[in-house]
């Protein structure tokens, strides 16, 4: 309950609200108070801050009201009070939340926070502390962790041609050769692609080009499956590159895509060279749909721990069965 704010009308009183709401991380805490409780160790993990932030920022909402603060064992847990209380502070959060709904940092947030607690869900510390958790841990102590993503592998089809778009050096396309018949990798990049020959050496069935994404140096309709990862952001025409990658698809063929999820992270866009802060799901599905693609999903992937970057965002879709080669549109 905004309480401790003097009355609705007076001046003073929407000058505070204002003035503790007007900070983008005191409205990011808010944003995550208001789906459930939480102590000071989750908001910083989703917030990705230290706690003396955190902590600071807790306490200006706390002393106007926004939230509410108690103890429990050795920790404290908030709550927001936002949509409580006086009428008027209530219409200035309605227009916050509305304002933030979109905001990159926002769903970030929110996609760390869920990964984090995933593993609280009731019955999962139980699992995780009883045999089946054991099973988890000697499973990766026995085996290691990479037959899983080989099991998986295997499921591609042995006779399948696949287009590694921007394959910068060649992780994606030496993993995906032993278990299909050719692998064709596509870099603008010289020193990228003496890195990915380095790599794929011993494996026959991989053949670089050099090439620009929006004009591949690949047939049309000649590759069964293509992957684009972490490189359309660094593409001007984003809608020219995704074509390109479906003029090259057979039809029934799968194109995935593997980029940034948009966020605010400008610092990060130009230190890695980004031309763009990445993709919202709706935008990344029109994309997919424009170039001719059917049967598109777009999923948010959450941040794994400790990963620095942005999360991302993942895309797949197939292009139409009869679908003419070159606009990628299905025929009449
Ligand atoms: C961040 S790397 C990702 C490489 C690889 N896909 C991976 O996941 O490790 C992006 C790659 O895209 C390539 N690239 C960027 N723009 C390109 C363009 N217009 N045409 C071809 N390659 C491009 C870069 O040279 C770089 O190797």
């Known amino acids: 309950m905004v309480s401790a704010a003097p009355v609705t009308g007076k001046p003073e009183a929407l ?3 204002m003035t ?56 404290r847990l908030y709550r927001s009070t936002a949509g409580e209380g006086d009428p008027g502070a209530r219409k200035l959060w309605l227009l916050a939340r509305e304002q933030t709904e979109r905001w990159p940092a926002v769903e970030h947030d929110r996609l760390r926070l869920d990964r984090r607690l995933a593993g609280r869900e009731p019955g999962a510390a139980s699992f995780f502390a009883g045999a089946a958790g054991k099973w988890d ?3 990766s102590q026995l085996y290691g962790h990479g037959f899983t993503q080989a099991a998986l592998l295997s499921l591609l089809p042995p006779g399948a041609v696949i287009a590694d778009l921007g394959c910068g050096t060649g992780q994606a396309a030496a993993l995906l050769a032993p278990y299909v018949s050719r692998v064709v990798g596509v870099d ?18 991989v053949e670089l080009r050099r090439g620009e994404l929006t004009a591949l140096p690949i047939d049309d309709a000649s590759v069964d499956g293509a992957l684009l990862v972490l490189a359309l952001t660094y593409v001007e025409d984003a809608a020219r590159a995704l074509r390109e990658m479906a003029r090259v698809l057979k039809p029934g063929g799968r194109g995935v895509v593997v980029d940034l999820l948009r966020h605010d992270r400008d610092d990060f866009r130009r230190q890695m060279g980004q031309l763009g802060l990445g993709f919202e799901t709706d935008e990344l599905k029109g994309l997919m749909t424009g170039a001719g693609l059917t049967a598109v999903t777009v999923r948010a992937v959450p941040p794994e721990e400790g ?26």
């Not at 603008?188 to 069935?205: D, E, Y």
């Open 15 to 17: 000058l505070g609200w």
């Open 20 to 75: 503790s709401l007007g900070d983008p991380t005191r409205l990011r805490l808010l944003r995550l108070l208001e789906r459930r409780e939480l102590g000071v160790a989750d908001l910083c993990h989703a917030l990705g801050l230290p706690q003396s932030t955190v902590s600071r920022h807790l306490k200006v909402l706390a002393d106007e009201g926004w939230v509410d603060g108690r103890a429990q064992g050795t920790t």
């Open 137 to 139: 841990e000697l499973r």
């Open 188 to 205: 603008q990049s010289a020193a990228m692609l003496k890195a990915a020959q380095r790599r794929t050496k011993a494996l026959p069935n």
């Open 307 to 332: 990963a620095k970057g942005p999360a991302l965002i993942l895309a797949a879709g197939a292009r139409a069965e009869g679908s003419d080669s070159t606009t990628g549109r299905t025929k009449r």
